[in-house]
């Protein structure tokens, strides 16, 4: 299963701002999800965009996906300190395998 | 929402100890099922993916004498840290799968201790 390689690494905002964070990814995709890890838990599903769509929204987060780019962003608007948490890409499989990347770990300022 | 239990959250035990972390899917039938570990301020690592029945296929680098999984049933899969040293020490983090969207369900997450 391939993994998907977030950027920026660090992202570090003030609440009330949005946060963008982008994916990337090298081999066609069906899907591409979005999961955030708070810090020492286990990671929550966000988010999954298919890849016939270019735009998904579920509450504050919106997600695009440009196939032709290999590529995914994750926005988060008006920001609250707890969005604070680590955020990961990744791609789906047919059979639920999945590897991680670094992540980008977002942090919140009240 | 499908939920996964994963027991115990936090876990302390004495070097050459084994310990024992169940992860299980409360309200769907989890034909697949994976172990993370993760270390501080890094990633997570598959270690493993276990199917209901079969033998855990085990990543590589990944001790499958010194991790052994059972996955007994569509709803529990069982990571036993053997012979458990300070290095062992970590977060494991098991998911579960169910077919369909490809979405994973997560624990919470266990936090060993080795002194």
């Known amino acids: 299963s391939q993994q998907g390689e977030e950027d920026p690494q660090a992202l570090s905002i003030q609440e009330g701002e949005n946060a963008t964070m982008n994916c990337s990814y090298k081999?066609?995709?069906?899907?591409l999800q979005w999961y955030r890890q708070n810090s020492g838990r286990g990671l929550v599903h966000l988010i999954l965009?298919?890849?016939?769509?270019r735009e998904k929204h579920s509450g504050r987060l919106r997600v695009t996906l440009d196939t032709s780019k290999k590529s995914s962003s994750l926005l988060i608007t008006a920001s609250r300190a707890a969005d604070t948490a680590s955020y990961f890409c990744?791609?789906?499989?047919?059979?639920?395998?999945?590897?991680f990347g670094q992540g980008t770990i977002l942090t919140v300022h009240p | 929402g499908a939920v996964v239990s994963q027991h115990p959250s936090r876990v302390i035990c004495k070097s050459g100890t084994s310990v024992k972390i169940e992860c299980r899917s409360l309200?769907?039938?989890?034909?697949?099922m994976f172990w993370y570990r993760q270390f501080p301020k890094q990633s997570l690592m598959l270690m493993a993916t276990?199917?209901?029945?079969?033998?855990?296929?085990?990543e590589q680098g990944v001790e499958k004498d010194k991790f052994l999984i059972n996955h007994a049933s569509l709803t529990l899969s069982t990571l036993t840290v053997t012979s458990a040293h300070p290095e062992d020490s970590s977060f494991y983090i098991c998911?579960?799968?169910?077919?369909?969207?490809?979405?994973?369900?997560f624990g919470a997450g266990s936090r060993l201790t080795v002194l």
């Open positions: 309200d769907f039938q989890a034909t697949t």
């Open positions: 998911s579960a799968y169910s077919g369909g969207a490809n979405v994973l369900t």
């Open positions: 965009i298919r890849s016939n769509e």
């Open positions: 081999t066609s995709i069906n899907n």
């Open positions: 990744n791609m789906g499989t047919s059979y639920g395998k999945l590897t």
């Open positions: 276990s199917n209901e029945g079969s033998k855990a296929t085990y």
